[in-house]
Protein backbone atom coordinates (compact mmCIF):
# COMPACT_ATOMS: atom_id res chain seq x y z
CA UNK A 1 0.00 0.00 0.00
CA UNK A 2 1.25 3.46 -1.21
CA UNK A 3 1.99 5.65 1.77
CA UNK A 4 2.87 9.56 1.73
CA UNK A 5 4.23 12.08 4.42
CA UNK A 6 4.65 15.40 4.00
CA UNK A 7 6.08 17.23 6.88
CA UNK A 8 6.09 19.50 8.49
CA UNK A 9 1.81 20.13 8.15
CA UNK A 10 2.44 23.03 9.16
CA UNK A 11 4.69 25.92 9.18
CA UNK A 12 5.08 29.67 9.72
CA UNK A 13 7.99 31.65 8.36
CA UNK A 14 9.24 35.12 7.71
CA UNK A 15 8.89 37.05 4.75
CA UNK A 16 12.12 36.77 3.00
CA UNK A 17 13.32 33.19 4.46
CA UNK A 18 13.97 30.03 2.99
CA UNK A 19 12.42 26.88 3.88
CA UNK A 20 11.73 23.15 2.23
CA UNK A 21 8.74 21.01 3.02
CA UNK A 22 9.59 16.98 2.23
CA UNK A 23 7.21 14.55 0.83
CA UNK A 24 8.17 10.82 1.07
CA UNK A 25 6.75 7.96 -0.04
CA UNK A 26 6.24 4.05 0.47
CA UNK A 27 6.93 2.46 -2.99
CA UNK A 28 8.41 3.07 -6.41
CA UNK A 29 6.53 5.17 -8.58
CA UNK A 30 7.01 7.35 -12.20
CA UNK A 31 4.99 10.42 -11.50
CA UNK A 32 4.80 13.05 -8.48
CA UNK A 33 2.89 16.09 -8.16
CA UNK A 34 2.65 19.37 -6.04
CA UNK A 35 -0.60 21.06 -5.92
CA UNK A 36 -1.62 24.26 -3.92
CA UNK A 37 -4.58 25.13 -2.40
CA UNK A 38 -5.84 28.61 -0.73
CA UNK A 39 -8.76 28.62 1.76
CA UNK A 40 -12.15 27.78 0.31
CA UNK A 41 -10.61 26.89 -2.98
CA UNK A 42 -9.71 23.64 -5.11
CA UNK A 43 -6.23 22.51 -5.75
CA UNK A 44 -3.82 24.40 -8.17
CA UNK A 45 -1.60 22.16 -10.32
CA UNK A 46 1.79 23.76 -9.84
CA UNK A 47 4.82 20.58 -10.48
CA UNK A 48 4.85 17.49 -12.44
CA UNK A 49 7.68 15.45 -11.65
CA UNK A 50 8.46 12.57 -14.07
CA UNK A 51 11.66 11.19 -13.92
CA UNK A 52 14.54 11.33 -11.24
CA UNK A 53 16.76 14.37 -10.46
CA UNK A 54 14.09 16.25 -12.10
CA UNK A 55 14.03 19.69 -11.12
CA UNK A 56 11.46 22.61 -11.86
CA UNK A 57 10.96 26.29 -11.06
CA UNK A 58 8.32 28.96 -10.97
CA UNK A 59 8.84 32.13 -9.85
CA UNK A 60 9.95 31.74 -5.59
CA UNK A 61 9.03 27.56 -5.74
CA UNK A 62 11.54 24.92 -6.82
CA UNK A 63 10.42 21.20 -7.09
CA UNK A 64 12.86 17.97 -7.29
CA UNK A 65 12.50 14.30 -7.29
CA UNK A 66 14.83 11.86 -5.70
CA UNK A 67 12.90 8.71 -6.77
CA UNK A 68 15.78 6.05 -5.51
CA UNK A 69 15.16 8.42 -1.94
CA UNK A 70 11.38 7.82 -2.66
CA UNK A 71 11.77 12.05 -1.90
CA UNK A 72 10.41 14.85 -3.48
CA UNK A 73 10.98 18.12 -1.85
CA UNK A 74 9.42 21.47 -2.40
CA UNK A 75 11.76 24.65 -1.71
CA UNK A 76 10.77 28.09 -1.01
CA UNK A 77 12.78 30.86 -1.69
CA UNK A 78 12.74 34.27 -0.45
CA UNK A 79 8.93 33.86 1.01
CA UNK A 80 6.21 36.14 0.18
CA UNK A 81 2.86 36.43 1.59
CA UNK A 82 0.90 35.48 -1.43
CA UNK A 83 2.56 31.66 -1.28
CA UNK A 84 0.55 31.45 1.87
CA UNK A 85 -1.61 28.49 1.53
CA UNK A 86 -1.65 24.88 1.89
CA UNK A 87 0.43 22.50 -0.22
CA UNK A 88 -0.01 19.05 -1.06
CA UNK A 89 2.19 16.70 -2.81
CA UNK A 90 0.72 13.51 -4.84
CA UNK A 91 2.24 10.17 -5.69
CA UNK A 92 1.19 8.52 -9.11
CA UNK A 93 0.38 4.94 -8.56
CA UNK A 94 -1.52 1.98 -10.76
CA UNK A 95 -4.78 3.22 -12.65
CA UNK A 96 -3.83 6.72 -12.77
CA UNK A 97 -4.88 7.08 -9.32
CA UNK A 98 -3.22 9.49 -7.37
CA UNK A 99 -2.29 9.12 -3.24
CA UNK A 100 -1.93 12.45 -1.59
CA UNK A 101 -0.36 14.01 1.61
CA UNK A 102 -1.33 14.77 4.51
CA UNK A 103 -0.80 18.74 3.23
CA UNK A 104 1.85 21.58 4.59
CA UNK A 105 -0.56 24.48 5.47
CA UNK A 106 1.86 27.42 5.07
CA UNK A 107 1.66 30.96 6.64
CA UNK A 108 4.38 33.59 5.80
CA UNK A 109 4.06 36.89 8.08
CA UNK A 110 5.21 39.96 7.00
CA UNK B 1 -8.76 25.56 -19.89
CA UNK B 2 -9.94 22.49 -18.22
CA UNK B 3 -13.29 23.04 -16.29
CA UNK B 4 -14.29 20.58 -13.74
CA UNK B 5 -17.90 21.91 -12.08
CA UNK B 6 -19.01 20.47 -8.79
CA UNK B 7 -22.79 20.76 -8.35
CA UNK B 8 -23.56 22.40 -5.06
CA UNK B 9 -20.25 24.42 -2.89
CA UNK B 10 -22.43 23.67 0.34
CA UNK B 11 -24.32 21.36 1.51
CA UNK B 12 -26.45 20.42 4.88
CA UNK B 13 -28.30 16.69 5.15
CA UNK B 14 -29.60 14.95 7.91
CA UNK B 15 -28.33 11.76 8.86
CA UNK B 16 -30.10 9.29 6.72
CA UNK B 17 -30.73 11.35 3.97
CA UNK B 18 -29.64 9.65 0.59
CA UNK B 19 -27.28 12.58 -0.95
CA UNK B 20 -26.27 13.41 -4.48
CA UNK B 21 -22.67 14.87 -5.31
CA UNK B 22 -22.55 15.71 -8.62
CA UNK B 23 -19.18 16.90 -10.47
CA UNK B 24 -18.84 17.13 -14.64
CA UNK B 25 -16.08 18.05 -16.76
CA UNK B 26 -15.61 19.32 -20.36
CA UNK B 27 -12.34 18.12 -21.17
CA UNK B 28 -13.46 14.94 -22.71
CA UNK B 29 -11.44 13.03 -20.06
CA UNK B 30 -11.71 9.40 -19.17
CA UNK B 31 -10.50 9.31 -15.76
CA UNK B 32 -13.12 11.09 -12.94
CA UNK B 33 -12.26 10.93 -9.64
CA UNK B 34 -14.09 11.77 -5.78
CA UNK B 35 -11.83 12.69 -2.83
CA UNK B 36 -12.41 13.39 0.63
CA UNK B 37 -10.26 16.02 2.24
CA UNK B 38 -10.16 16.08 5.96
CA UNK B 39 -7.98 18.15 7.97
CA UNK B 40 -4.16 16.63 8.55
CA UNK B 41 -5.54 13.84 6.21
CA UNK B 42 -5.45 14.99 2.88
CA UNK B 43 -7.18 14.13 0.74
CA UNK B 44 -8.02 9.88 0.42
CA UNK B 45 -9.75 8.70 -2.78
CA UNK B 46 -13.12 7.19 -2.29
CA UNK B 47 -13.79 6.00 -6.03
CA UNK B 48 -12.47 6.42 -9.08
CA UNK B 49 -13.93 5.77 -12.88
CA UNK B 50 -12.00 5.08 -15.69
CA UNK B 51 -14.60 4.40 -18.39
CA UNK B 52 -18.29 5.14 -18.50
CA UNK B 53 -20.00 2.35 -16.47
CA UNK B 54 -16.56 1.41 -15.34
CA UNK B 55 -15.50 2.11 -11.47
CA UNK B 56 -12.98 1.09 -9.18
CA UNK B 57 -12.72 1.07 -5.21
CA UNK B 58 -10.63 3.93 -3.69
CA UNK B 59 -9.03 3.77 -0.40
CA UNK B 60 -12.43 4.80 1.73
CA UNK B 61 -15.12 3.51 -0.54
CA UNK B 62 -17.52 2.58 2.65
CA UNK B 63 -20.45 4.11 2.81
CA UNK B 64 -20.31 5.65 -0.66
CA UNK B 65 -21.10 4.51 -4.03
CA UNK B 66 -20.76 6.32 -7.65
CA UNK B 67 -22.07 6.70 -10.97
CA UNK B 68 -20.99 7.16 -14.25
CA UNK B 69 -23.51 7.09 -16.99
CA UNK B 70 -21.77 9.66 -19.19
CA UNK B 71 -18.19 10.35 -19.56
CA UNK B 72 -18.60 14.25 -18.77
CA UNK B 73 -20.25 12.91 -15.39
CA UNK B 74 -19.50 11.51 -12.16
CA UNK B 75 -22.20 11.44 -9.49
CA UNK B 76 -21.29 10.35 -5.85
CA UNK B 77 -23.75 8.41 -3.78
CA UNK B 78 -24.37 8.68 -0.36
CA UNK B 79 -26.74 5.81 0.45
CA UNK B 80 -27.84 6.97 3.95
CA UNK B 81 -25.64 9.88 5.31
CA UNK B 82 -23.99 9.97 8.45
CA UNK B 83 -22.44 12.67 10.61
CA UNK B 84 -18.62 10.64 10.57
CA UNK B 85 -19.08 11.90 6.38
CA UNK B 86 -19.26 15.39 7.30
CA UNK B 87 -15.91 16.51 5.00
CA UNK B 88 -15.32 18.27 2.08
CA UNK B 89 -15.61 16.34 -1.12
CA UNK B 90 -13.54 17.04 -4.15
CA UNK B 91 -13.62 15.46 -7.92
CA UNK B 92 -11.30 15.88 -10.31
CA UNK B 93 -10.46 14.61 -13.48
CA UNK B 94 -7.58 13.36 -15.80
CA UNK B 95 -6.48 11.90 -19.65
CA UNK B 96 -5.25 7.83 -19.58
CA UNK B 97 -1.69 7.95 -20.00
CA UNK B 98 -0.28 7.93 -16.35
CA UNK B 99 1.61 11.05 -17.05
CA UNK B 100 -0.96 13.50 -16.48
CA UNK B 101 -1.92 15.49 -14.06
CA UNK B 102 -5.49 15.58 -12.47
CA UNK B 103 -7.81 18.84 -12.66
CA UNK B 104 -9.77 19.14 -9.52
CA UNK B 105 -13.43 21.17 -8.99
CA UNK B 106 -13.68 23.95 -6.53
CA UNK B 107 -15.11 21.15 -3.68
CA UNK B 108 -18.34 20.93 -2.13
CA UNK B 109 -18.72 21.18 1.53
CA UNK B 110 -21.06 18.43 3.10
CA UNK B 111 -22.18 18.68 6.39
CA UNK B 112 -24.74 15.95 7.66
CA UNK B 113 -26.35 16.96 11.03
Known amino acids: ELKVEQNPLFLSMQEGKNYTIYCNYS?????LYWYRQDPGKSLESLFVLLSNGAVKQEGRLMASLDTKARLSTLHITAAVHDLSATYFCAVGNAGNMLTFGGGTRLMVKP | DVKVTQSSRYLVKRTGEKVFLECVQDMDHENMFWYRQDPGLGLRLIYFSYDVKMKEKGDIPEGYSVSREKKERFSLILESASTNQTSMYLC????????????FGQGTRLTVV
Open chain 2, 92 to 103: ASSLTGGLTEAF
Open chain 1, 27 to 31: TTSDR
